[in-house]
């Protein structure tokens, strides 16, 4: 049973990160009204601050905006083209990553080893055992492994709880 397939999950941190780059553009502004308004002194700091703020959060979302819907792309087309590796076989050596973070979870699979956690924005499979994930020693999977990174995860049936 497919659990994860990067071509059909869309743009799943845009969202989220869309929404944190506006709370802090709204800070920005609000930040600038509420100075021009109000200040009684005019430093450099008072000035220029307010539009630093702006600018360093116009670039940070264009830049890991870019960034996020380029790497969603292209594990979506390398799956579409058939450019992956099938690594299947039994999970071993799985490590999995605390809940409050701190250390990534691991697994081995076939000979190849995979590592991830939760707090990582990624095109590829993240989601640990420790937010819900299937991954667990001894499941049986199928990955279509895209330059080590998971593209798409099948879970056998029987193994899926």
Same mark, same amino acid.
């Given at each position: 049973m497919v659990v994860f397939d990067a071509a059909e999950q869309g743009f799943?941190?845009?969202l989220l990160f869309c929404l944190s780059a506006t709370v802090g553009m709204a800070t920005g502004i609000i930040w600038l009204v509420v100075d021009r308004r109000y200040a009684r002194r005019r430093w450099w700091l008072r000035r220029v601050g307010p539009y630093l703020?702006? @600018?360093c959060l116009a670039t940070i979302l264009s830049v890991g905006l870019g960034k996020s819907l380029h790497d969603q792309r292209q594990l979506a087309d390398a799956l579409r083209k058939g450019e992956y590796e099938i690594v !299947?076989? !039994?999970v071993v050596d799985f490590v999995p990553m605390p809940y409050d973070g701190g250390a990534r979870e691991s697994f081995v699979v076939g000979g190849h080893r995979y590592d991830y956690s939760d707090w990582e924005a990624t095109a590829g499979f993240n989601n640990t055992q420790s937010? @819900?994930?299937p991954i667990r020693q001894g499941v049986r999977v199928r990955i279509a492994d895209v330059g080590g990174e998971?593209?798409?995860l099948e879970i056998a049936r029987r193994d899926l709880r």
């Open positions: 799943r941190y845009s703020w702006l @600018g !299947e076989g !039994e937010h @819900g994930g998971i593209a798409r």
